[in-house]
């Protein structure tokens, strides 16, 4: 079974802070994904990253960066946390992008 | 206009009941179809997913594509109590790309 797993699943900061997310996976997918969700609006892809190295933006980049540096984990960062990015977090990873394997997601509330 | 609409429900049917969920969409270049399912305080987990037109089935589910009309449903037959969840239709655009509907609430009640 494939398993994504991420660091925390609730987590609480303060506007400004620098927020790390952290996701790892165990079936050395190429293909790493970060999505938040938001209640009315689904699941929105932030990055993606098709390699160690690599990254491209998804459709809601801003206020985000991200970081490869070994195959198995992707990290979703926050450089100055807002309260507009209180959401869910979802990793996913994935050998082909249309069977993706998820995250329990990580709750982040920002103050 | 959001590329995939799906009506956030609640949808609330009794055990045993056929479920429709269905979603529309606009790009016509998706091409292939996912259906998710996501228990409360859970991550999204794949139930299938179906390339270009037609129908594909796996056990009590089946999804079904119509690309001339842009919709696709999931039917759920002989409904469980352990079916409720949220639902998620996806789409692919592009090699990794997946653009999800809202999701459907769905409550089977015993």
């Known amino acids: 079974d494939v398993k994504v797993t991420q660091s925390s699943r609730y987590l609480v900061k303060r506007t400004g802070e620098k927020v790390f997310l952290e996701c790892v996976q165990d079936?050395?997918?190429?293909?790493m994904f970060w999505y938040r969700q938001d209640p009315g609006l689904g699941l929105r892809l932030i990055y993606f990253?098709?390699?160690?190295?690599?990254?491209e933006k998804g459709d809601i980049p801003e206020g985000y960066s991200v970081s490869r540096e070994k195959k198995e984990r992707f990290s979703l960062i926050l450089e100055s946390a807002s309260t507009n990015q209180t959401s869910m977090y979802l990793c996913?990873?994935?050998?082909?992008?249309?069977?993706?394997?998820f995250g329990p997601g990580t709750r982040l509330t920002v103050t | 206009q959001k590329e995939v609409e799906q009506d956030p429900g609640p949808l609330s049917v009794p055990e045993g009941a056929i479920v429709s969920l269905n979603c529309t969409y606009s790009n016509s270049a998706f091409q292939y179809f996912m259906w998710y399912r996501q228990y409360s305080r859970k991550g999204p987990e794949l139930l299938m997913y179906t390339y270009s037109s037609g129908n594909k089935e796996d056990g009590r589910f089946t999804a079904q594509v119509d690309k001339s009309s842009k919709y696709i449903s999931l039917f759920i037959r002989d409904s469980q109590p352990s079916d409720s969840a949220t639902y998620l239709c996806a789409m692919i655009k592009g090699a990794q790309k997946l653009v999800f509907g809202q999701g459907t609430r769905l409550t089977i009640n015993p």
């Open positions: 990253s098709y390699d160690v190295k690599m990254k």
């Open positions: 079936m050395d997918h190429e293909n």
């Open positions: 996913a990873s994935a050998i082909v992008g249309y069977e993706q394997y």
